[in-house]
């Protein structure tokens, strides 16, 4: 029932949600080259992920997430974003809904249950950042191996 309520309020504000990632994102010193990423397509392409959250913790398969991340991976190549920051973003969308969801249904909640949320949260936030980093570390290298190469 918890999990339920909590979709459903991420729902019902996906747009303010994604309005606050856009701000996190303009604003975070690891995203920088998101400067070539339109704000409107950032924006509305966190909002629909938002807006139906249940349908993609639910109803959508292995293949749908395969699909959409691998297209959102194409454009930002295209858009010249690197690995490293594209990565961050995706971390930025998670965390941007813990620390709503934080604010939001962490005083209605018994202790235990908010306990809980806080070690998956912090168990998220390692396992992210030593994605983003060993991706940091995976550019550097491969630049160091290209200028050699030339």
Not at 23 to 45: A, G, H, I, M, W
Not at 89 to 102: A, C, D, G, P, R
Not at 120 to 129: C, E, I, M, V
Request: glycine share 6%; aromatic share 12%.
């Amino acid at each position: 029932m918890l999990a339920y309520r909590l979709v459903r309020l991420i729902e019902n504000h996906s747009d303010a949600l994604a309005g606050g990632l856009l701000q996190r994102v303009q604003s975070s010193e690891f995203t920088t080259d998101y400067c070539n990423v339109p704000e409107e397509e950032l924006k509305q392409l966190v909002y629909e992920i938002y807006r139906h959250l249940g349908e993609w913790l639910l109803g959508k398969t292995e293949f749908d997430i395969k699909e959409r991340y691998q297209e959102i991976g194409t454009r930002r190549a295209e858009q010249h974003v690197p690995l490293s920051q594209l990565m961050w973003v995706i971390v930025l969308t998670k965390e941007n809904l813990w620390e709503y969801l934080k604010h939001e249904a962490g005083m209605e909640r018994p202790v235990e249950v908010f306990g809980e949320l806080e070690m998956l949260q912090l168990l998220d936030q390692f396992f992210d950042r030593a994605i983003f980093y060993a991706s940091v570390g995976y550019e550097k290298a491969r630049a160091v191996e290209a200028s050699l190469a030339r």
